[in-house]
């Protein structure tokens, strides 16, 4: 959990330094979104392709490399003097963590037995779900107080205690020392790389570039859905394929997969809107919108503990319905903000938000991975966490595109009903005419000056309906996520 936790931090503590990285690297905010768009690019390549690895070279020794890497290339991007040098240095940073993610899964779940898969799923669940949250906060707190760089200079001496923990304690299990150790699937691994890359870039550049109206966004999601056909027909078919797609046939993985898609959508998507909502509306310098989001994992790890001692003697089905209607709940009482609300009406919505993710997190795996083969763990482990990234780029993406497209819808309505005969609207412009003439502005000019404080007040009130929209859309795709939680088959729960 240890490198994990450095990985799933990293995805995220950058976001809040990309100002102050593009400033100091000479660079535009545009080619700054590159040192967040090369290292999930390369991440998702490597999550799926983590398993083939794993029996070519052996999972501990895959395991210290990737740890190496990682760690490594954080040196690298904090001693980075262009823009290009960082962006390679983010790249080789995303292949060492991209491995990182489903090898400590498969490692925990192989490990204890499945009495006690429960406890370590928390403990494993706490790196993914609260690394984060914490991210921003800790991101924003480390640029202003010292310098971007430290973002990643931070993650040595994690690296180095991990890898020295790895080194100790990691074995590779019988059945890898026995496994295939062939030849790479060029064309498969090729395929797959190509179509996880266009995904990303359509999903990171297209509200930039107004989503299919660009006709290099339209070339691009072909190439990705065209590569998607042919990398499924060659896993398919190939004696050895790099990601083995029959695990899917499992119906208790295939409904797991989807929901853990599902929920990335979900908690990316929040956790991306709260703060932008904090600081674009209400104003909220970069920590004090932190410290409205950081007890979201407070709850988290609270839920954890709760959740490891209740797996082993509850359904998980039942713990499951339950998450995903305290986080439905939570995520609809945030569709209720409005300007004047306190950080009070934030912090518990949030941490009823936070207090789900441990009732969705740790049952939610097990269920998952419950009917698996212990042999089959590795290879669903990476395709599991590759969902969940994928959902929550998706997430963010759609997020991100109905903000601005709803908030110009919102202000287009609520224009068309403000006009000079309405009384409310006439008398309000007459009364803040009436203070900036009192600060010295003469008639036209306070006349003007009241007319632009009107469309501020309606571009707010736009973008706060916007925000509204969509806090009630994840909402209800929390509550949508309990009939199908109805779909998983049982788990024997064995010593």
């Not at 949250?133 to 001496?157: A, E, H, K, M």
């Given at each position: ?188 691994f090729g395929l797959m790389a190509l179509w996880l890359g266009t995904l990303q870039l359509v999903l990171d550049k297209g509200q930039e ?287």
């Amino acid at each position: 959990m240890t490198a994990t936790f450095m990985v799933v931090l990293d995805s995220s503590v950058a976001n809040v330094a990309l100002p102050h990285i593009a400033g100091n690297l000479s660079a535009s905010t545009d080619e700054a979104t590159w040192v967040l768009t090369s290292y999930l690019v390369s991440n998702a390549i490597m999550l799926p392709a983590t398993s083939w690895i794993t029996r070519r070279i052996g999972r501990r020794r895959l395991l210290m490399i990737s740890i190496l890497l990682f760690t490594g290339a954080s040196m690298l991007c904090g001693m980075a003097i262009t823009m290009p040098m960082l962006i390679v240095a983010r790249i080789l940073q995303g292949i060492g963590g991209g491995g990182m993610q489903p090898l400590a899964q498969s490692i925990l779940l192989e490990s204890f037995p499945p009495s006690q898969h429960g406890k370590a799923m928390a403990v494993y669940g706490t790196g993914i779900v609260v690394a984060p949250v914490i991210g921003p906060t800790l991101g924003g707190w480390i640029t202003d107080s010292y310098s971007w760089r430290w973002i990643f200079y931070i993650n040595l001496p994690v690296g180095i205690l991990a890898l020295f923990l790895v080194s100790v304690f990691v074995e590779d299990p019988p059945y890898l020392k026995a496994a295939f150790r062939g030849t790479i699937d060029a064309l498969g691994f090729g395929l797959m790389a190509l179509w996880l890359g266009t995904l990303q870039l359509v999903l990171d550049k297209g509200q930039e570039s107004d989503w299919f109206g660009a006709d290099w966004i339209c070339w691009t999601a072909a190439v990705s859905v065209v590569a998607l056909v042919a990398f499924v027909a060659r896993e398919l078919t190939h004696k050895e394929p790099i990601v083995q797609l029959h695990v899917l046939l499992n119906r208790n993985f295939a409904v797991g997969t989807i929901i853990t898609g599902l929920y990335g959508f979900v908690l990316y998507s929040s956790t991306a809107l709260l703060p932008l909502f904090l600081q674009t509306l209400l104003g909220y310098p970069a920590l004090d919108s932190g410290l409205a989001v950081s007890p979201r994992g407070v709850g988290s790890m609270l839920s954890m503990i709760v959740a490891g001692m209740l797996a082993s003697r509850v359904d998980g089905r039942l713990l499951l319905m339950l998450g995903f209607f305290i986080q439905g709940v939570s995520t609809l009482m945030l569709s209720h903000v409005n300007l004047g609300i306190s950080m009070t009406s934030v912090i518990v919505p949030n941490v009823l938000n936070g207090f789900a993710s441990g009732f969705i997190f740790v049952p939610l795996t097990m269920m998952a991975m419950g009917r698996l083969r212990k042999q089959e763990i590795g290879n669903a482990a990476g395709i599991y966490n590759l969902v969940r990234n994928i959902g929550g780029s998706i997430g963010i993406a759609t997020a991100t595109a109905l903000l601005v497209r709803k908030g110009q819808a919102h202000q287009t309505y609520l224009a068309a009903n403000l006009t000079a005969s309405d009384s409310v609207a006439g008398g309000v412009i007459r009364g803040l005419e009436g203070k900036m003439m009192l600060a010295g502005s003469d008639a036209f000019s306070a006349h003007q000056q009241a007319l632009g404080a009107i469309y501020r007040m309606v571009q707010q009130q736009a973008s706060l309906l916007a925000y509204v929209d969509n806090f009630r859309l994840l909402g209800f795709m929390s509550l949508l996520c309990i009939p199908i939680v109805l779909l998983f088959q049982g788990v024997r729960k064995q010593p």
